[in-house]
């Protein structure tokens, strides 16, 4: 979604859909052109919701210093999404477009859940702006095909299999350009993608990939992998993906779902993700001084109205020079919001708990409430510390810690049931004596998070 590029690109993949479901059209017996035509509707769905993000959120200006309001906004997001069925079983199309607008803003208005003002990318961002931008934004305008246990699609999308490629989210995620195909059959599932363009869901259009330095190229990225699922409730997934002459990321996942008793379950993992530089580029372009991992383990049991977790995180990202990282962030562009990949730890937390050297540990406890007379109720605490990080700019260990509370109501039933409000706060502390982003390059000082979501979905 380059400015200038919109148009032509939509309209090629709008040409390419009327064309195919014409040609098919043309070719078919005049029954089964009937038949097959309508499966591209009536097997379609359109569905959408209304959104409210409330955020406040204060830092202190220094690790001695004062709490200064840093995030304080209310934003509203509506999306439509139209899914539709495959004409003759073969072809279709998948549409969505979201909008955003803050309703006030007291603070930065940098945030994930409008538009940034006054820049198109992450490598060009105007810091000088004062008011979030508002207005629309394509997120998904895909053309999909199908026959037998494959399956593929291209243009504006989400990767849906097994892949070292992920998404941003704000209550929409982000999307790239390019495709995926794969194939699924008697529990196994493959996938590869390539892309040539991004966006994260705070821009309204697609750029292209670049290194640290923000002015060299990245022309494409690419991604395969493949997942089995066992019988008994155990999956392995591998995944390989390059982005040209800069990153390679590759991870292993193996995952275990088990019922212990009626109203019992059990989940475990280990996750293991790996990265390294394609070649060494001996400048701001260079991530790491050898190859970066994090390893993850995860459990989660639910049992009755109670779910508890508990998981934990390692990470190595190594460095030698103040240019690298120091810090292990899944994806193959280091800027944020300039890809992401097919990560799944995250713990509502502030932190991303990934420095080098870094242990951190997770709890939580969460209880539905609707036994005790509070239908839709959950309320939940958890808490997370991280230790022993390291920096070849101090010699100050990164040490920290945050506290959570969740309190959350969904409709249970009626004309808005699925309507959810949650309300979750955090309680961040660093440790450390280092100003934000600088010893620790992924590291702030303590904050006071407290975020308010409304969601109401619809679907037609």
Avoid: C
């Avoid at 919109?6 to 005049?30: D, E, H, Q």
């Avoid at 379950?265 to 070649?279: F, G, H, P």
């Avoid at 995180?313 to 990949?341: C, V």
């Amino acid at each position: 979604m380059k400015k200038g590029s919109n148009f032509f690109k939509l309209n090629s993949i709008g040409a390419a859909v009327i064309a195919a479901v014409a040609g098919l059209g043309m070719t078919a017996a005049p029954a089964v052109q009937a038949e097959g035509a309508n499966q591209f509707l009536d097997d379609s769905s359109l569905s959408g919701g209304l959104y409210l993000w409330d955020r406040n959120r204060d830092r202190l200006d220094a690790p001695d210093g004062d709490f200064q309001t840093n995030l304080s906004h209310t934003t509203i997001n509506a999306n439509l999404d139209f899914t539709s069925g495959y004409a003759y079983d073969v072809i279709g199309v998948d549409l969505g477009v979201f909008f955003a607008a803050d309703l006030r803003n007291d603070g930065d208005p940098h945030h994930e859940m409008s538009f940034f003002p006054g820049s198109n990318n992450p490598w060009d961002i105007d810091w000088s702006q004062s008011k979030a931008d508002s207005g629309a934004s394509i997120y998904k305008a895909a053309v999909k095909v199908k026959g037998g246990p494959a399956w593929a699609k291209a243009g504006y999308f989400q990767p849906s299999g097994p892949g070292v490629m992920g998404v941003n989210w704000s209550f929409m995620p982000g999307t790239y350009l390019g495709g995926e195909a794969g194939v699924s059959m008697n529990g196994f599932e493959f996938a590869t993608a390539y892309a040539s363009e991004y966006k994260a869901p705070w821009y309204k259009d697609t750029y292209g990939f670049k290194m640290n330095d923000g002015q060299t190229d990245v022309d494409y990225m690419w991604s395969v992998g493949g997942r089995y699922t066992f019988d008994f409730g155990t999956s392995v997934e591998v995944a390989y993906g390059e982005s040209q002459d800069y990153l390679t990321n590759a991870h292993f996942k193996a995952k275990h779902n088990m019922t212990v008793r009626q109203d019992d379950s059990l989940y475990l993992t280990y996750q293991l993700y790996m990265m390294s530089d394609v070649n060494s580029h001996d400048n701001e372009n260079e991530n790491f001084d050898g190859n970066a991992y994090q390893h993850y383990l995860g459990a989660r049991w639910n049992t009755g109205p109670y779910t508890v977790k508990a998981e934990g995180l390692y990470t190595k990202a190594p460095q030698s020079e103040s240019y690298h990282q120091g810090q292990f962030a899944y994806r193959m562009t280091s800027a944020y919001g300039g890809s992401n990949g097919a990560y799944e730890p995250w713990w509502d937390a502030r932190s991303d708990w990934n420095h080098d050297e870094e242990k951190a540990v997770f709890v939580g406890l969460w209880r539905d409430l609707s036994d005790l007379g509070a239908k839709g109720w959950s309320v939940g605490a958890s808490y997370a510390y991280g230790w022993g990080g390291e920096s070849i700019t101090t010699t100050e260990e990164l040490r920290e810690e945050a506290y959570n509370l969740d309190i959350a109501y969904t409709v249970p039933e009626g004309s808005f049931k699925g309507t959810t409000a949650k309300l979750h706060y955090t309680d961040y502390n660093n440790k450390s004596n280092e100003p934000s982003w600088a010893g620790f390059k992924n590291a702030f000082q303590d904050e006071q998070d407290l975020k308010l979501m409304l969601i109401v979905p619809f679907s037609l």
